[in-house]
């Protein structure tokens, strides 16, 4: 007698892929493919992840694919397609099959970045928490629910993109040129990590991210500190002066076009149930950093943060007992819903202008800028998809209305124009764009039980 299919039975299945192998051997695999897309050297390797793995895995599970490639892209797009009916409940997916740069050499003895490894109950390789093992783990719970119902019981499109490391450059352009081969009625990916390695975690959205550099530019040449010094300015103090009117010493933001201004009812809500708790590798929080009266999470999930992340002012490799012609600074701010980014360089031009800071050249950004976005956390998906994975781990996830990083969610919220629900496989210590980035086994064993019941239970109503 054939045995029922049943919710169980596809969550069994999707473990067993971790308990016998298969699951690592497709990992392994993957993470072999040397896929950075910064590097120009691994082009091919872009196409490889496509060619090699993508495209004949979902082939074998009667997807339609497409593979697209776009002039300002570094790499291919794919987009997978299973249409069951018409008529049922359409899920658009995503993974990003590219990876930062290896930095081979640099990993801890016996480790490198393309030879996945395990270690103490975690998988070692560039790739494994971002985001290779991310979409392995939604892959093979697809796989498993088809081997287990012998359909998905919905439509499912899948996009991967083989650039998100490069800033996702060509990503909203192949979106918006493909917008009715893509469209849905509910985005769920998996990428950033959960609130901590113990904590299933869903977030709704992303903080934007934008980067800009500030400069001061006196004078063609060094001069000896000895014959000038007290008679020329030093555009370093100078340029450590002009910070202090747009953060103070405790990282509170000074102008207000760089913050949100409130917070909503329902994010701070939601964030009550959510804590970060450092682990014990990772920095203690410091609690008189950033904007007074906000939590910790209010901080990171529903606040800016501006963050200096490099200062070039002199020689300090080869000291050259001079004072320095110029000084230069990359600042960084993260930003909720609420902040319009095309308004930050205009404002902070004028606040260093009000401060006397007129030397200070301020310049536009040339890194990719990304949107701050947030999916409504009363909307009836997260609570659909919360329910599914509480059913399936006897807990509820923390509900992140955004995630304190930035990624293109924008792209399918408000281009698409889709409800965003991610649902990370990850967790804050994964070093992910370090050496050492690793997977733990245990989220993965949690990840593929949670997505094949969330899979069973988007298509129930049509099995």
């Known amino acids: 007698m054939t045995e029922t299919p049943s919710r169980q039975a596809t969550i069994n299945k999707a473990v067993s892929y971790l ?27 872009l196409w ?13 599970l ?35 099959g590219d990876v930062v740069a290896g930095l081979d050499g640099q990993w801890d003895d016996g480790l490198g970045p393309f030879d996945m490894t395990e270690r103490n109950g975690a998988w ?28 998905l019981g919905f439509n499912l499109k899948y996009l991967i993109e083989m650039g998100e490391e490069s800033g996702s450059l060509g990503l909203e352009e192949m979106c918006a040129a493909h917008r009715e081969e893509l469209a849905a009625d509910v985005f769920i990916a998996s990428d950033g990590p959960r609130l901590a390695l113990d904590r299933p975690t869903i977030f709704l959205g992303a903080r934007g991210g934008m980067s800009f550099h500030l400069e001061i530019n006196v004078r063609e040449s060094f001069q000896h500190s000895g014959n000038w010094g007290g008679i020329l300015s030093n555009p370093g103090i100078e340029l450590c002066h002009a910070i202090t009117a747009l953060v103070d010493r405790t990282g509170k933001i000074k102008v207000p076009a760089m913050t949100p201004g409130k917070i909503p009812e329902n994010v701070r809500e939601a964030l009550k149930h959510c804590k970060i708790e450092p682990a014990a590798d990772d920095p203690p929080i410091e609690p008189w950093w950033g904007e007074p009266g906000l939590t910790p999470e209010e901080k990171v ?113 408000d281009l698409l124009g889709l409800p965003t629900i991610w649902i990370p496989h990850s967790y804050p210590g994964c070093l992910q764009h370090a050496p050492n980035e690793h997977l733990p086994i245990s989220i993965v064993r949690e990840g593929l039980a949670m997505m094949a019941g969330l899979y069973w239970d988007i298509g129930e109503h049509h099995s």
């Open 48 to 60: 490889r992840y496509i060619s090699e793995e993508m495209q004949p895995f979902f082939e074998r």
């Open 124 to 151: 070692y390789g560039r790739g494994t928490a971002d985001n290779k093992g991310q979409h392995a783990v939604n892959l093979a719970a697809i796989e498993a629910l088809l081997a287990v119902r012998g359909s």
């Open 19 to 45: 308990d016998d192998g298969t699951f690592e051997a497709a990992l392994r695999r993957r993470v072999a493919i040397p896929s950075a897309s910064r590097v120009a050297a691994n082009k091919p390797d």
């Open 301 to 413: 999930f529903a606040w800016s943060s501006l963050e200096v992340m490099e200062m070039e002012c002199g020689n300090l490799a080869q000291p050259l007992y001079a004072i320095p012609p110029k000084a230069r600074a990359r600042v960084q701010l993260r930003f909720p819903v609420g902040v319009d980014p095309d308004a930050v360089v205009p404002a902070v031009r004028k606040a260093l202008q009000d401060a006397g800071y007129d030397r200070v050249v301020v310049k536009d950004p040339t890194d990719a800028i990304f949107l701050a976005s947030r999916l409504d956390p009363d909307h009836p998906w997260v609570k659909r998809v919360s329910a599914s994975i509480e059913q399936t781990l006897g807990q509820p996830p923390a509900i992140l209305p955004n995630l304190g990083g930035s990624l293109p969610n924008n792209i399918f919220s």
């Open 62 to 96: 009667g997807f339609a694919v497409k593979v697209y490639e776009n002039d300002l892209a570094p790499g291919p797009f794919l987009i997978a397609e299973r249409i069951e009916d018409p008529s049922f409940t359409t899920v658009l997916q995503y993974g990003h």
